[in-house]
């Protein structure tokens, strides 16, 4: 069964710079599997941040970023604020209509 | 402005059948393929469905193979998810999302999504 990684917990201080990544269990690289990504708080909908690697959804702020680091793609957080304390996953596309969510990375900033 | 409304969700149980809907406003419906997500309580995200603008595709995650079935109607601007065999894990959260025509495999909208609970 594929499964995609993420680190389950980060923190960063306000005003830091922080990267989570997204790793798919077969070692394949993510860049080929469109990697998008989705911010969610507590009791909320999930909201969507990037998408095909690296392209802003409509009203993100430019501080969340999305790239290719090695063979995992990666949210980077430029200057964290506190509204950005949240649980953040990554939605890889497999092929054949399939699609998978990592983990989950619950990020605290403090 | 777009808008995704899932409805259905209910206390079922094991082994039963059950629902869920999703209607859609605000776009052109037909235009879109549509997604399943749920949420189980305090976990993360699962892909669960997908099914093409025009209804010819359906794809699934292997954990509800065989006993989830995604469907739409264009016409009433509304997509399905016939849930049967339920067992206590699919205890979650439906969210239905739409997803951009163009292969762009992401979710740009979803819904506040259903609360389906599998329990005797």
């Known amino acids: 069964q594929t499964v995609v990684t993420q680190e389950p917990s980060l923190s960063v201080s306000p005003g830091e710079t922080v990267t989570l990544t997204c790793a798919l269990s077969s070692g394949s690289g993510s860049t080929n599997f469109s990697p998008s990504w989705y911010q969610q708080t507590p009791g909320r909908t999930p909201r969507t941040l990037i998408y095909s690697t690296n392209i802003r959804a409509s009203g993100v702020p430019d501080r969340f970023s999305g790239s290719i680091l090695g063979s995992k793609a990666a949210l980077t957080i430029t200057g964290a604020q506190p509204d950005d304390e949240s649980s953040y996953y990554c939605?890889?596309?497999?092929?054949?209509?399939?699609?998978?969510f990592g983990g989950g990375t619950r990020l605290t900033v403090l | 402005q777009v808008q995704l409304v899932e409805s259905g969700g209910d206390v079922v149980q094991p082994g039963r059948s059950l629902r869920v809907s999703c209607a859609a406003s605000g776009f052109t419906f037909s235009y879109y393929e549509v997604h399943w997500v749920r949420q189980a309580p305090g976990k993360g995200l699962e892909w669960v469905a997908v099914?093409?603008?025009?209804?010819?595709?359906?794809y699934y995650a292997e954990s509800v193979k065989g006993r989830f079935t995604i469907s739409r109607d264009n016409s009433k601007n509304t997509l399905f998810l016939q849930m049967s065999g339920l067992r206590p894990e699919d205890t979650a959260v439906y969210y239905c999302?739409?997803?951009?025509?163009?292969?762009?495999?992401?979710?740009?909208?979803w819904g506040q999504g259903t609360l389906v609970t599998v329990s005797s």
């Open positions: 939605l890889l596309y497999l092929g054949s209509g399939i699609s998978v």
């Open positions: 999302a739409r997803g951009p025509p163009g292969k762009k495999y992401f979710l740009d909208y």
């Open positions: 099914i093409s603008h025009d209804g010819t595709y359906k």
